[in-house]
Each structure stands twice: as C-alpha cells, then as structure tokens.
C-alpha cells in the first residue's frame, strides 16, 4: 500500500490512520501515519513484560532532525497542550507499507527514508533509516522520548526518576525498579549524553474520550551522525530490553521479511485481501507466559486475550492460515483453563484465577474445535484432548453451573440475571448493564444446539455413547416455535421473563451461519432481508436496528457516552462473517449468492487503508458515512472477513 501527500495536507486529515507492528509477545509499535502521538497508547516501543500482557510504554517517539550549514529541516511532527508545535510532516513525500511502515522525506536536495519494525519474539523495535544526502555536509541529530509506565497511564516530570549509563553505540536507561533497563543503540555516530524532557505532550484521542490527554517524556540525550556531501548512509537505530542484540538492520529486516512471506505462502491464500489479511493475523497470535502456550489478543491497542474473542477469532487467523500447530496449541491452552464447563472469560494475570464470567465461550469452543478437525483431522488430538472436554462442557449446562447457566424445561438454554453481562454485547458502565440480554438468548441456543450436534458427532465418530438425543429433538421442536418473530419476519432477540424482546439485533445471523442450525431456509432468507435491510453498513451490521427509540448512531465521548453506544446501533466488523456464510446457507450456496457474499466483503479492501492500515477496524458508527471508532486492530474481525472470504468466496471449505 501506498500514500502520498493527499493524505496529510493538513494537521487534521494526517492522524486519521494509524501504523501498527507487533512482535507475537503482545507488545507493538504504532503512531499515525504522520508521526504524531495522538493516543497514550501510541509509542515506538510499547514492550509486554509478561506475554501478552503487562504492556509498558518505553520508547514514546525518536524525532528526526537534519542540520546543514545553510539550514536545520525539523522532521518531527508534534501536538502539546498549546496546539501543534512541529510540522515535519510538510516534508513527508510517501508512506508506504512493503509490508512494513516506510516514511520517505524529501527536503532540500536530501531524501530520508525511515522504516520500522519489530523482532519477532523480543521486546525490541528497529528504526531502519536510509540517509542520502545532497550537495553539502550534514547532521542528522536522532532525539529519544523515554518513558516506563504502564500503557493505560499518563505520567508527568517528577513521577518517575530516570537514570541512565552510557554503554556502546548508545545508553541504557533505568527507572522504576519492576521494569527492566532500555537500551537506545545506534549504528552510527556518536551518543550525547544530557537531561532533558519533552513538556505537555497532547493526546487528542484521549481527550475525546474524556480522559487525560497530557505527559511529558524523559530525553537522555541525542544521537548524531555526520554525512559527507551526496553520502549514501545506512543507519540501524534500536529500542530493545534484551540484554544481546545486532545492529545489523538489514539482516534483521530481511529475516521478519522472510517470516511475513513463509506465513503467506504456507496460507495459500490468493487475492490481495487475502494475503493482507494472512499478515494482519499473524499480529493477533501471541505467546501466553502464564499458561506456557500461544493465546489471541483481541485487539490492539488495548485489549487483552479474550476467551470468546479467541474462539471466534481462532479458525480465520490459524485454520484458514493453516497454522495448524497454533490452532492446536490455543486449543490446548484454553481446555486446560475450563472449569465446571465455563471457558476463561479472560485471564487474570498476577497469580489471580482466571475470569469465567461468560456463557457462550465455552459454546463457541465447540465450533473452533470443530473447524479444527474439519481442517485438520487430527482425531488424535480430538479424541484425548478436545472430546471430554466438550463432553463435560454438555454435562455441566445440562445440570446447570454458575452465572445461572442452565436447560430449562423446554429444552433452551438460559443464562445470566439483571446485574450480569455474559454474552458478548457485554457493555457495562459501574453498575449498569447496558444491553441487558439475560434469559434465553438466540445466538446463545443457537450454538447450545449447534454444540450439541457437534457432540453427537464426534461420540458417532470416537465410538461412544451420545445421551442427549431427546434433547436434541426438543431443542428442534422448540427452538422456531419460541424464537420466530412471525409479524417482524425475523427472530426474536432474548426471551425472558418479561416476555420476548423484539429488538432487531445481529445476534440472529449467528444462529443462519452456524455448522448446525434449526432454521429452516425459508425463515432463514426472511430474516437476512430484514438484516440486510436494516444492519447492514457496509464493514459490517449494526447492532440495533435504526428505528428503534434506543438507537445510537454515533460511537464517541466519555465512558458513558461511548459504551451507551457500543451496542446499541455500533457497527461491528466481525459480523460480516456469520452474515456472508448465513448468506450462502440460506440460498443453498447458488452461484448468485456467491456474487453477492463477494460484493460484501469487496468494501474492506478499501478499509485496509484507513484507521488502522493493514487492519480490520473493531467497530463503525451506525450512522452514515460509518467512520471507524475504537481499535484500529480486532482480532475477530480480521478472522472473519479473512474466513468468510476463503470459505464462502473462494469456496475453499473443509469436510470432517
């Protein structure tokens, strides 16, 4: 991808998108495609102190500056309390993407191309820079903003005492006593050592959502390096907590180059959406040091791995991918986590018990189980591993377990109470409950039944008995009757004791989509019409239909205001997925419907460039024109674009 000038003639247009590099530990690198820090959680290395979490930042920025005798070009961008005060990005020329970030400025008779990544598997982050200079002498002075706080923090001058030693090609900064030393090295030219700080640095995003917006940054000094006139330079500067490193940038390049391409070339993916997305997934799937095994962030910046996240996410970032042994071992990772057949909601970190407050995570390990044997056929692993699990997931929501998690008489699945948010539209602000969906929830009973399928399956399969059949047929018999909104032409959203909500919600297409289903094809296509009609935007669905009273089409504000919205009519990117393969299901897989499933997803190829590039946004305002809000990285929504491209686009599906 590539992007010039039009793209940040002014202030204001340069910091909608947004650059992202991870390094499979948690930790990543961003800022805005011009340079300038506008959230806390931007910075080039915000490193994770225990896989995948614990994320600290540690390196905020490294401003460019090019003196010559005649004249000093100030590359750095950047935005403090009193407005903008720097405007390097006037002499930015492109921005490309090769799949790396690359910022290229021309300035003079000089060009800088500055580009940057992450070690796969260290907390370490490379500045590659490629310096040609013009027809007089120069120096390029390299400035580190330093800081060590915790990634959801802001911190000012006087709340952390920095200290530093000069070791070779550069210095080591230490600060708080549970973080480790930062190393600052360059390859070329000279370190000079002084104390200094950057005041007020502004973070416009955190402003509007209504938290603290200002933090000043540590300066140890800067880096120079001398240029001959019409010199040619390569220079390798790097941020790193490892205690042995190389300052070969182009091996180290050249080595996460040939990474990146193996993943895409072992994926067999074909189509630029699809090879992009191959990347993007690779950012989602990190190492876990709690539990020994790989695990799912669910998005960037600031998510942690999530139970439910992980599930849904797990067959379009490993299956499709085909990175079996991942898949294998996230599996394996959650299965050893299940408790009185509750999968983690998410982990706890610090020695603390997992959280297990959610009900369809566990329903959910059911489909990713399944998609693992669909595409791999490791019935070994199947067997002794993934059967007694689910197994014993059947017996406990059978008999009923915590979180009032039960089948009741009619053969349906509830969940929850008024003060418990455990399915995925799970917004909660203090004690409100924003989406209250306890009770019998469709998608909910939909999976129960496409888990229970599952499970008959498998005991056919590995020779064993399967008790449930009568509650299968019930299930069957019940499940229409109960959910089917004959007057709306679609399915009701939640049962409860207050009667059935009506709300024309998403939550229905999960039930079209799923392996095993209920739903009849003709009620089937009369529910995605209304869907069609009335969620779908675009990059995804909405989660309230526009008509009703509760309604809110713009995602944004403070806490209140923005998790008010988060389910309430916000556009989520994941949904595309069960929506395009409901699609398909429920006209029988005609080649028109395959037209159409491909005309829904063509529009991300144009999201790719925007918000976060190379991503998948987590979630869009309902209101035209859809603009991107919260992480510029989800995990799910990559995986189920990525998903339902290769399966229901390109027709690649595997059978068990």
């Not at 580190?144 to 915790?150: E, G, Q």
């Not at 959280?355 to 044997?373: H, R």
């Not at 409950?433 to 399969?461: D, F, S």
Request: glycine content about 8%; aromatic content about 14%.
């Amino acid at each position: 991808m590539r992007f010039g000038k039009g793209e940040w003639r002014s202030f204001e247009r340069g910091i909608e998108k947004e650059w992202l590099v991870t390094n499979g530990l948690g930790g990543y690198a961003s800022s805005t495609l011009i340079g300038v820090n506008t959230r806390k959680y931007h910075g080039l290395l915000v490193a994770s102190l225990t896989p995948p979490v614990r994320r600290y930042l540690f390196l905020a920025k490294l401003d460019e500056r090019l003196e010559t005798p005649r004249r000093i070009y100030n590359l750095a961008t950047n935005h403090t309390g009193g407005g903008v005060t720097e405007f390097g990005f006037i002499h930015l020329q492109q921005v490309l993407f090769n799949p790396f970030p690359t910022f290229i400025y021309s300035f003079g008779d000089i060009t800088l191309q500055k580009q940057v990544f992450m070690i796969y598997g260290e907390n370490s982050t490379v500045i590659l820079y490629r310096l040609i200079n013009g027809a007089e002498p120069a120096i390029l002075r390299l400035v580190p903003l330093v800081n060590c706080r915790n990634f959801h923090w802001t911190v000012r001058r006087g709340q952390i005492d920095f200290r530093k030693e000069e070791i070779p090609y550069g210095v080591a900064v230490k600060s708080i006593p549970q973080c480790p030393v930062l190393r600052l090295v360059c390859s070329e030219g000279q370190f000079n050592s002084r104390d200094d700080w950057f005041y007020d640095m502004f973070y416009l995003v955190e402003q509007k959502r209504g938290l603290d917006a200002r933090e000043d940054h540590f300066i140890p000094g800067d880096f120079t390096i001398s240029l001959k006139p019409g010199e040619i330079r390569d220079i390798t500067f790097l941020a790193t907590l490892e205690d042995i490193f190389t300052l070969d940038g182009r091996a180290l390049q050249g080595a996460e180059m040939k990474r990146l391409q193996e993943l895409v070339k072992r994926s067999g993916c074909r189509g630029i959406l699809a090879r992009h997305l191959v990347r993007a997934a690779d950012s989602f799937i990190v190492h876990r040091q709690s539990t020994g095994g790989k695990s799912i962030i669910a998005g960037y910046h600031w998510f942690n791995d999530w139970g439910r996240d992980a599930m849904i996410a797990l067959p379009g970032l490993t299956l499709v991918t085909r990175r079996y042994d991942d898949a294998r071992d996230i599996l394996l990772t959650y299965s050893r986590y299940c408790k009185d057949g509750l999968l983690p909601n998410v982990f706890a970190d610090n020695g603390r018990e997992a959280l297990y407050n959610t009900v369809d995570a566990s329903l959910w390990f059911f489909w990713a189980a399944w998609k693992y044997l669909q595409y791999t056929r490791d019935h070994t692993f199947g067997r002794k591993v993934l059967y007694p699990v689910l197994r014993d997931i059947a017996h406990h929501y059978i008999k009923g377990t915590h979180f009032n998690i039960g089948v009741d008489a009619d053969g349906l699945l509830a969940a929850g109470s008024p003060d418990l948010q455990l399915t995925w539209m799970d917004a909660k602000v203090d004690q409100w409950v924003v989406t209250p969906r306890h009770g019998k929830a469709v998608e909910i009973n939909a999976l129960w039944y496409n888990a229970l399928c599952i499970l008959r399956k498998l005991a056919a399969l590995y020779g064993d008995t399967f008790p449930y059949q009568e509650l299968v047929e019930k299930h069957e018999r019940n499940f229409v009757r109960e959910f089917w909104y004959e007057d709306g032409g679609y399915f009701y959203d939640v049962i409860g004791e207050d009667g059935k909500d009506a709300s024309l919600r998403p939550n229905q297409v999960i039930a079209l989509s799923l392996p095993f289903t209920a739903v009849d094809a003709e009620r089937g296509r009369r529910a995605m019409t209304r869907v069609w009609q009335e969620l779908y935007a675009t990059y995804g669905l909405r989660t309230l239909s526009p008509g009703d009273p509760r309604y809110r089409g713009v995602y944004g504000g403070d806490r209140w205001q923005r998790d008010g919205a988060y389910h309430q009519g916000t556009v989520w990117s994941w949904l595309i997925g069960p929506f395009v393969t409901a699609w398909r299901r429920v006209h029988h897989y005609s080649p028109a419907s395959r037209l159409q499933a491909a005309r829904f997803l063509a529009p991300f190829r144009d999201q790719l460039r925007d918000h976060g590039v190379g991503y998948i946004s987590e979630i869009f305002d309902g209101n035209e024109p859809v603009i991107p809000r919260g992480c510029i990285a989800q995990a799910w929504g990559v995986a189920e674009v990525l998903r339902a491209y290769v399966e229901d686009v390109l027709e690649i599906r595997p059978q068990i």
